[in-house]
Antibody, heavy 117, light 110 residues
Protein backbone atom coordinates (compact mmCIF):
# COMPACT_ATOMS: atom_id res chain seq x y z
CA UNK A 1 0.00 0.00 0.00
CA UNK A 2 1.46 3.32 -1.09
CA UNK A 3 2.07 5.77 1.72
CA UNK A 4 3.34 9.33 1.35
CA UNK A 5 3.91 11.38 4.48
CA UNK A 6 4.86 15.04 4.23
CA UNK A 7 6.59 16.98 6.98
CA UNK A 8 8.50 20.18 7.52
CA UNK A 9 5.73 22.72 7.19
CA UNK A 10 5.39 25.65 9.56
CA UNK A 11 5.40 29.41 9.87
CA UNK A 12 8.21 31.34 8.21
CA UNK A 13 8.82 35.03 7.61
CA UNK A 14 8.78 36.52 4.10
CA UNK A 15 12.18 36.04 2.52
CA UNK A 16 12.88 32.99 4.65
CA UNK A 17 13.51 29.37 3.77
CA UNK A 18 11.96 26.02 4.58
CA UNK A 19 12.58 22.43 3.51
CA UNK A 20 9.72 20.01 3.11
CA UNK A 21 10.13 16.25 3.15
CA UNK A 22 7.95 13.44 1.86
CA UNK A 23 8.65 9.94 3.18
CA UNK A 24 7.54 7.26 0.73
CA UNK A 25 6.77 3.61 1.37
CA UNK A 26 4.80 0.75 -0.13
CA UNK A 27 6.30 0.98 -3.62
CA UNK A 28 9.67 0.95 -5.34
CA UNK A 29 10.51 4.64 -4.88
CA UNK A 30 13.52 4.51 -7.20
CA UNK A 31 11.37 3.73 -10.25
CA UNK A 32 8.80 6.53 -10.04
CA UNK A 33 8.82 10.24 -10.68
CA UNK A 34 7.43 12.44 -7.94
CA UNK A 35 5.63 15.78 -7.74
CA UNK A 36 4.93 18.59 -5.35
CA UNK A 37 1.49 20.20 -5.66
CA UNK A 38 0.19 23.03 -3.49
CA UNK A 39 -3.12 24.56 -2.54
CA UNK A 40 -3.44 28.06 -1.14
CA UNK A 41 -6.22 28.57 1.42
CA UNK A 42 -9.59 28.49 -0.32
CA UNK A 43 -7.97 28.14 -3.75
CA UNK A 44 -7.42 25.41 -6.30
CA UNK A 45 -4.58 22.98 -6.77
CA UNK A 46 -1.35 24.20 -8.38
CA UNK A 47 1.40 21.99 -9.76
CA UNK A 48 4.75 23.08 -8.31
CA UNK A 49 7.53 20.74 -9.39
CA UNK A 50 8.37 17.31 -10.79
CA UNK A 51 11.48 15.14 -10.51
CA UNK A 52 12.12 12.05 -12.60
CA UNK A 53 12.93 8.75 -10.93
CA UNK A 54 16.70 9.13 -11.33
CA UNK A 55 16.72 12.58 -9.75
CA UNK A 56 18.62 14.32 -12.51
CA UNK A 57 15.72 15.84 -14.46
CA UNK A 58 13.68 18.45 -12.62
CA UNK A 59 10.88 20.75 -13.74
CA UNK A 60 9.21 23.74 -12.11
CA UNK A 61 6.18 25.97 -12.39
CA UNK A 62 7.09 29.50 -13.40
CA UNK A 63 5.78 30.78 -10.06
CA UNK A 64 8.56 28.98 -8.13
CA UNK A 65 11.37 28.67 -10.66
CA UNK A 66 14.64 29.97 -9.27
CA UNK A 67 13.38 29.91 -5.68
CA UNK A 68 12.36 26.28 -5.07
CA UNK A 69 14.44 23.14 -5.60
CA UNK A 70 13.03 19.64 -5.78
CA UNK A 71 15.31 16.73 -4.93
CA UNK A 72 15.17 13.15 -3.79
CA UNK A 73 17.22 10.65 -1.82
CA UNK A 74 16.59 7.24 -3.35
CA UNK A 75 18.41 5.54 -0.49
CA UNK A 76 16.13 7.11 2.09
CA UNK A 77 12.97 6.89 -0.09
CA UNK A 78 12.41 10.57 0.54
CA UNK A 79 11.41 13.50 -1.63
CA UNK A 80 12.32 17.06 -0.73
CA UNK A 81 11.32 20.60 -1.59
CA UNK A 82 13.75 23.33 -0.63
CA UNK A 83 11.88 26.64 -0.62
CA UNK A 84 13.84 29.88 -0.55
CA UNK A 85 12.90 33.55 -0.75
CA UNK A 86 9.43 32.69 0.43
CA UNK A 87 6.55 35.06 -0.26
CA UNK A 88 3.11 35.48 1.25
CA UNK A 89 1.63 33.91 -1.88
CA UNK A 90 3.56 30.69 -1.19
CA UNK A 91 1.28 30.09 1.79
CA UNK A 92 -0.42 26.78 1.04
CA UNK A 93 -0.83 23.14 1.89
CA UNK A 94 1.92 21.29 0.05
CA UNK A 95 1.21 17.76 -1.17
CA UNK A 96 3.64 15.25 -2.55
CA UNK A 97 2.29 12.90 -5.19
CA UNK A 98 3.58 9.85 -7.01
CA UNK A 99 3.43 9.90 -10.80
CA UNK A 100 2.36 7.03 -13.03
CA UNK A 101 1.51 7.18 -16.71
CA UNK A 102 1.38 10.98 -16.76
CA UNK A 103 -0.97 11.35 -13.80
CA UNK A 104 -0.86 11.66 -10.03
CA UNK A 105 -1.78 8.21 -8.76
CA UNK A 106 -1.17 8.62 -5.01
CA UNK A 107 -1.19 11.62 -2.72
CA UNK A 108 0.06 12.46 0.75
CA UNK A 109 -2.08 14.27 3.30
CA UNK A 110 -0.17 17.53 2.93
CA UNK A 111 1.81 19.88 5.14
CA UNK A 112 0.88 23.53 5.73
CA UNK A 113 3.34 26.30 5.01
CA UNK A 114 2.46 29.78 6.24
CA UNK A 115 4.55 32.74 5.15
CA UNK A 116 3.82 35.65 7.44
CA UNK A 117 5.60 38.26 9.49
CA UNK B 1 0.45 31.91 -21.09
CA UNK B 2 -1.82 28.94 -21.65
CA UNK B 3 -4.54 28.40 -19.06
CA UNK B 4 -6.50 25.23 -18.37
CA UNK B 5 -10.18 26.14 -18.11
CA UNK B 6 -12.97 24.55 -16.08
CA UNK B 7 -16.47 25.67 -15.17
CA UNK B 8 -16.24 27.39 -11.77
CA UNK B 9 -19.40 25.73 -10.55
CA UNK B 10 -22.09 23.29 -11.60
CA UNK B 11 -25.15 21.78 -10.00
CA UNK B 12 -26.89 18.48 -10.56
CA UNK B 13 -29.95 16.83 -9.10
CA UNK B 14 -29.57 13.56 -7.21
CA UNK B 15 -29.71 10.76 -9.76
CA UNK B 16 -28.98 13.12 -12.60
CA UNK B 17 -26.12 13.26 -15.06
CA UNK B 18 -23.56 16.04 -15.28
CA UNK B 19 -20.60 16.62 -17.57
CA UNK B 20 -17.72 18.80 -16.45
CA UNK B 21 -15.24 19.99 -19.03
CA UNK B 22 -11.56 20.85 -19.20
CA UNK B 23 -10.29 23.06 -21.99
CA UNK B 24 -7.37 25.20 -23.04
CA UNK B 25 -7.36 28.97 -23.40
CA UNK B 26 -5.77 28.41 -26.78
CA UNK B 27 -5.98 25.15 -28.65
CA UNK B 28 -7.77 21.86 -28.19
CA UNK B 29 -7.39 19.16 -25.59
CA UNK B 30 -6.52 15.79 -27.07
CA UNK B 31 -5.55 12.41 -25.64
CA UNK B 32 -1.94 13.51 -26.03
CA UNK B 33 -2.40 15.77 -23.03
CA UNK B 34 -3.20 12.67 -20.94
CA UNK B 35 -6.08 14.43 -19.16
CA UNK B 36 -6.76 13.24 -15.64
CA UNK B 37 -9.42 14.12 -13.08
CA UNK B 38 -9.34 14.44 -9.29
CA UNK B 39 -12.02 14.83 -6.66
CA UNK B 40 -11.38 16.82 -3.50
CA UNK B 41 -13.54 17.65 -0.52
CA UNK B 42 -12.49 20.49 1.77
CA UNK B 43 -9.70 19.55 4.17
CA UNK B 44 -8.89 16.33 2.36
CA UNK B 45 -6.20 15.30 -0.07
CA UNK B 46 -7.28 14.87 -3.69
CA UNK B 47 -8.56 11.51 -4.86
CA UNK B 48 -7.64 10.28 -8.32
CA UNK B 49 -10.70 9.47 -10.45
CA UNK B 50 -9.71 9.22 -14.11
CA UNK B 51 -6.40 9.12 -15.97
CA UNK B 52 -5.28 8.95 -19.59
CA UNK B 53 -8.59 10.50 -20.68
CA UNK B 54 -10.91 7.64 -19.77
CA UNK B 55 -9.30 5.07 -17.46
CA UNK B 56 -10.87 4.83 -14.02
CA UNK B 57 -8.53 4.66 -11.08
CA UNK B 58 -8.78 1.63 -8.82
CA UNK B 59 -11.95 1.62 -6.74
CA UNK B 60 -13.68 4.43 -8.63
CA UNK B 61 -17.31 3.57 -9.40
CA UNK B 62 -18.26 3.21 -13.07
CA UNK B 63 -20.68 6.12 -12.86
CA UNK B 64 -17.59 8.29 -13.31
CA UNK B 65 -16.35 8.32 -16.89
CA UNK B 66 -13.92 10.38 -18.92
CA UNK B 67 -13.83 11.33 -22.58
CA UNK B 68 -12.91 13.93 -25.14
CA UNK B 69 -15.91 16.01 -26.20
CA UNK B 70 -15.17 18.31 -29.07
CA UNK B 71 -12.04 20.22 -28.14
CA UNK B 72 -12.19 19.52 -24.40
CA UNK B 73 -11.69 16.70 -21.96
CA UNK B 74 -14.83 15.77 -20.08
CA UNK B 75 -15.80 14.08 -16.83
CA UNK B 76 -19.30 12.67 -16.74
CA UNK B 77 -21.04 11.59 -13.56
CA UNK B 78 -24.07 9.42 -14.20
CA UNK B 79 -26.56 8.94 -11.38
CA UNK B 80 -25.11 11.63 -9.15
CA UNK B 81 -25.14 10.96 -5.43
CA UNK B 82 -25.02 13.34 -2.49
CA UNK B 83 -21.44 12.42 -1.67
CA UNK B 84 -20.36 13.43 -5.17
CA UNK B 85 -20.66 17.02 -3.96
CA UNK B 86 -16.99 18.04 -4.16
CA UNK B 87 -14.47 20.07 -6.07
CA UNK B 88 -13.24 18.47 -9.29
CA UNK B 89 -9.92 19.27 -10.91
CA UNK B 90 -8.55 18.31 -14.27
CA UNK B 91 -4.84 18.14 -15.05
CA UNK B 92 -3.17 18.22 -18.43
CA UNK B 93 0.36 17.09 -19.23
CA UNK B 94 1.77 20.01 -21.19
CA UNK B 95 4.91 18.18 -22.37
CA UNK B 96 8.52 18.27 -21.20
CA UNK B 97 7.83 17.56 -17.58
CA UNK B 98 5.24 20.30 -17.08
CA UNK B 99 1.71 19.70 -15.79
CA UNK B 100 -1.12 22.22 -15.41
CA UNK B 101 -4.22 22.11 -13.23
CA UNK B 102 -7.51 23.64 -14.16
CA UNK B 103 -9.07 26.04 -11.72
CA UNK B 104 -11.51 23.41 -10.49
CA UNK B 105 -15.28 22.99 -10.60
CA UNK B 106 -17.36 23.10 -7.45
CA UNK B 107 -20.15 20.56 -7.93
CA UNK B 108 -23.31 20.90 -5.91
CA UNK B 109 -25.80 18.04 -5.70
CA UNK B 110 -29.26 19.36 -4.90
Amino acid sequence: QVQLVESGGGVVQPGGSLRLSCAASGFTFTTYGMHWVRQAPGKGLEWVAFIRYGGRDKYYADSVKGRFTISRDNFKNTLYLQMNILRAEDTAVYYCAKVSHFYFDSWGQGTLVTVSS
Amino acid sequence: QTVVTQEPSFSVSPGGTVTLTCGLSSGSVSTGYFPSWYQQTPGQAPRTLIYSTNTRSSGVPDRFSGSILGNKAALTITGAQADDESNYYCVLYMDNGIWMFGGGTKLTVL
